[in-house]
Each structure stands twice: as C-alpha cells, then as structure tokens.
C-alpha cells in the first residue's frame, strides 16, 4: 500500500515538472520566485507594465493554479478581484497544459489591454534565488485606498506567498522536503525505472532518511520488547510460586467459608426461638393451655371424681399460671414489646 501512494507521488511530481516545462516552452521570461510553488511572468503594454504570478497548489495539476495579476486593482473583463478568471476558455482540467493557458491570458491582453489603477504602486519585487532550499520573500505591497470608490472594480493584496520551507505536497502524501527533493531531481529514465521496477524502487525506497530512521526505531523497539520479554522470563519461577499460595489460600477461604455459612444457618435457627413472633405465639399457647386444664380440673370436681382439698390445691395452682401469663401476654399486647 505504502509502494502504491509513492508511486503516485511520484507520478504526480512527473506532471507536475512537465507543467513547469511547459511554463517556460511558450512564454518567454520566466522568473521563479519559490522553486514548484510560485513563478512570475512579466507582461507589458504600451503604457504600463504587469506580472503574471501563477502558484501551484499543492495537488497539483490535479488542482488549477491560481494566476493573479500585479499591480493590485488593475481592471480587465478577466480579472476578478486580482484573480485571473478560471472560467471558459480558461477553465483548468487536469489534461490543461500550463504554459498555453498562461500564453492565451497574455494573447487576450495583447488584444484588450488591461488598465492599471494609477493609485496602485507596481509590485516589482527583488526575487533572490533559491539558496539551500531557503527562500526568504519580502513583499511589501502598499494598497492606497483614497480613490477606492472611483471604480466599481475591487481589488485586494495578492495572494500570500508561501515560502520555500513549506511542503509542495499535501500533508497525507506524507512526504518530506527531503523525499521529493530526492525524487525531483532523478531523470526521466530513472523515474520511469522507480514506476516500472518493483526491485528499483524497492533500493530507492530503502535509501530514504526517515525509513531508515523508522527501521532504526523499530530496531530499538524489538531489543525493548526482547528484554522486557526476558524479564518476565525470569519472574516466571516466582510467579509459579506466589500463584500455588494463592491457589492454597483460596481453597482454605473456601473451606472457611463452607464452615461459617453453616454456623450461621444455626445461628439464624437458634434466633428464631425468640423473635417477636415466636415468644407471642408460646405465651398465648401457654394461656390458653392452662385455662384448660384448670377447667377440666374443675369438671372433674363437679363430677366427684376429686376431693375438696385436691381440688382446691390443684385449681390454685392452675389458676395462678393461668393468671400470671394472661397478665404477661396483656403487657405485652398493650406496650407492644414484641411488635
């Protein structure tokens, strides 16, 4: 996957360089002012004078240039906002050739000559040549606006110039400077080799800086995680250890644990012979189980079958329970000890 984007990196960087040619095959005086980002192409009429910038995004030609016109202002049917016109026989496709569209803008000023704002100084810049990939440009363009309303035409600064140490790519190819520095400068014949050699561009690809740089770091990743696996190697021995105790400690939770839920269960058994309901149930069972048997002691009386003494004793008795616990059970009753 990564083979495939490179190669159309590189196909693109091939187009893009057959523009740039093309730039200069069919217009003459061609200045760069940012090396495959910005060129100048001066145009003059018999009164003033003008620059053509073209600046190349960074997809393209896959993307149109944008080609504004220098003075700031300056009025012409193609010219919107200092912007030259991407529209009819200007509109830019991918099959566009560069050098002849910018040619067909300079044959129309031939033939309608556009008019420069006389309030507008002129941008001639001092361009310095590229020097180690590091261009430094200073425009200073000075907008007088005290006559803006003397033309329904608008106008604006040109477009900022973007300076060599920016990347021509986009920044998902994931190309460096460096990386398309290196592809530019290879020839037709070794281009084609890197597009039609798997074994070529493999040896290209290998050469580069950062994957060299990232072989190293994967390097050092594998000896990080080698050691770290040699490590835990040697903890193995304890780790065996220390897990027969916890698989020891945890059966004789276990075991623990079997023998409390029975101890509670028996608990639980033994509390329930005197929870509220329980005692409540036992005194009025109690109640009315003497108050039975006194009655029946009484019965037994009436029939002759006891004595007075006998019965006398025996009904005291029964009575005196009877009492004692109908009182506990009213107490109980009425101050809802047991509710």
């Known amino acids: 996957m990564r083979q495939i984007i490179h190669k159309g990196m590189i196909i693109m960087i091939i187009r893009k360089r057959q523009q740039i040619g093309s730039l200069y095959i069919h217009n003459s005086a061609v200045s760069v002012a940012v090396e495959g980002q910005l060129y100048e192409i001066p145009w003059s009429s018999t009164e003033d004078d003008f620059f053509i910038l073209v600046l190349l995004p960074p997809q393209f030609p896959d993307e149109p240039p944008v080609i504004t016109i220098s003075p700031p202002g300056t009025r012409h049917p193609l010219i919107k906002e200092d912007l030259i016109s991407n529209e009819g026989q200007f509109q830019w496709t991918p099959s566009s050739n560069l050098g002849v569209l910018v040619k067909s803008i300079r044959d129309e000023f031939n033939r309608q000559p556009p008019v420069k704002n006389k309030n507008e100084p002129l941008y001639a810049p001092q361009i310095p040549r590229p020097n180690n990939n590091n261009v430094n440009i200073n425009i200073n363009n000075n907008n007088n606006n005290n006559n803006s309303n003397n033309s329904h035409y608008s106008h604006r600064p040109p477009p900022a110039i973007p300076t060599a140490n920016q990347s021509t790519l986009p920044s998902s190819s994931g190309l460096t400077n460096n990386e398309y520095m290196a592809i530019s400068h290879t020839t037709p014949e070794q281009a084609h080799e890197l597009l039609t050699s798997d074994y070529a561009f493999d040896l290209f690809f290998h050469s580069l800086e950062r994957v060299q740089n990232l072989k190293t770091v994967q390097g050092e990743l594998r000896n990080g995680n080698e050691s770290i696996a040699y490590k835990n190697l040697n903890r193995q021995d304890g780790l065996t250890l220390l897990r027969s105790e916890v698989e020891a400690l945890d059966a004789e939770y276990k075991k623990l644990k079997e023998e409390f839920d029975v101890k509670e269960q028996?608990?639980?058994?033994?509390?329930?012979?005197?929870?509220?309901?329980?005692?409540?149930?036992?005194?009025?069972?109690?109640?009315?189980?003497?108050?039975?048997?006194?009655?029946?002691?009484?019965?037994?009386?009436?029939?002759?079958?006891?004595?007075?003494?006998?019965?006398?004793?025996?009904?005291?008795?029964?009575?005196?329970?009877?009492?004692?616990?109908?009182?506990?059970?009213?107490?109980?009753?009425?101050?809802?000890?047991?509710?």
């Not at 309901?277 to 006194?294: A, N, P």
């Not at 009877?322 to 506990?328: D, N």
Request: glycine fraction near 2%.
């Open 266 to 339: 028996q608990q639980q058994e033994a509390f329930s012979r005197f929870s509220a309901s329980t005692v409540l149930t036992r005194l009025k069972s109690g109640v009315y189980e003497y108050d039975e048997m006194s009655e029946s002691v009484a019965q037994s009386f009436l029939d002759g079958d006891l004595n007075h003494d006998v019965f006398v004793k025996q009904f005291r008795e029964m009575r005196k329970v009877y009492h004692l616990r109908a009182s506990k059970l009213e107490r109980a009753q009425k101050d809802k000890l047991f509710i």
